[in-house]
């Protein structure tokens, strides 16, 4: 059972370049998330959704974009990439009530120049 | 804007001895979690507490949350190496997603 997948794992880009990371989550779960996590500010949530077809801001969504492809997929697109987002992302996913645990995946770690 | 503080923010104590790590609000959460992360690894799920003054205990951890629900502990007795790792806590902000707090990065020594 793989959980939540992520991919890339890691990725370098320059100031100014686009990318999509990818998340694919096979535990049927409704809601899904993308996080940044820096040093010492923990985890922020950038987007979230909670069922398919729906899409939410999160604390921090400037500069992101995100989608839900179906239930399984949820993707998060960096139109032009800055410094400042410079982070590790993470994805989760969990069932819709709050109390429900999230299943995170192992993390992008993205750097940019 | 909920914002979730913990205390301390970095600990390193030798094995045998015990611990509590905090995280503190001023809001006021309808839950609580606890996970534990390992480097490179994305945060697990230690535990969720619902009710106000709920204490739980997993193996030597022990999670309260407290009994206005704005703040939580956890008590970790004779830590272990194995216990090593960032700790977080994360608050209900919504019916759909969780606020969580800044981290303790505990260090225990063999």
């Known amino acids: 059972n793989a959980g939540v997948t992520q991919t890339p794992k890691f990725q370098v880009l320059k100031t100014g370049q686009s990318m999509t990371l990818q998340c694919a989550q096979d535990m049927n779960h409704n809601s899904m998330y993308w996080y940044r996590q820096d040093p010492g500010m923990g985890l922020r949530l950038i987007y979230y959704s909670a069922s398919e077809g729906t899409t939410d801001k999160g604390e921090v969504p400037n500069g992101y974009n995100v989608s839900r492809l179906n239930k399984r997929e949820f993707s998060l697109r960096l139109e032009s990439a800055a410094p400042s987002q410079t982070s590790v992302y993470f994805c989760a996913s969990s069932n819709i009530h709050s109390n429900q645990p999230q299943h995170f995946g192992d993390g992008t770690r993205l750097s940019i120049l | 804007t909920q914002l979730l503080e913990q205390s301390p923010q970095f600990l390193s104590i030798q094995e045998g001895e015990n611990l509590t790590v905090y995280c503190n609000s001023s809001s006021v959460f309808s839950s609580l979690q606890w996970y534990r992360q390992e480097p490179g690894e994305g945060p697990v799920l230690l535990v969720t507490?619902?009710?106000?003054?709920e204490v739980k205990k997993l193996k030597r951890l022990t999670f309260q949350f407290g009994d206005a629900r704005k703040d939580s502990s956890l008590h970790i007795t004779a830590a272990q190496p194995g216990d090593t790792g960032l700790y977080l806590c994360a608050g209900a902000g919504g019916t759909y997603k969780y606020i969580f707090g800044t981290g303790t990065r505990l260090k225990v020594l063999a």
């Open positions: 507490v619902v009710t106000g003054g």
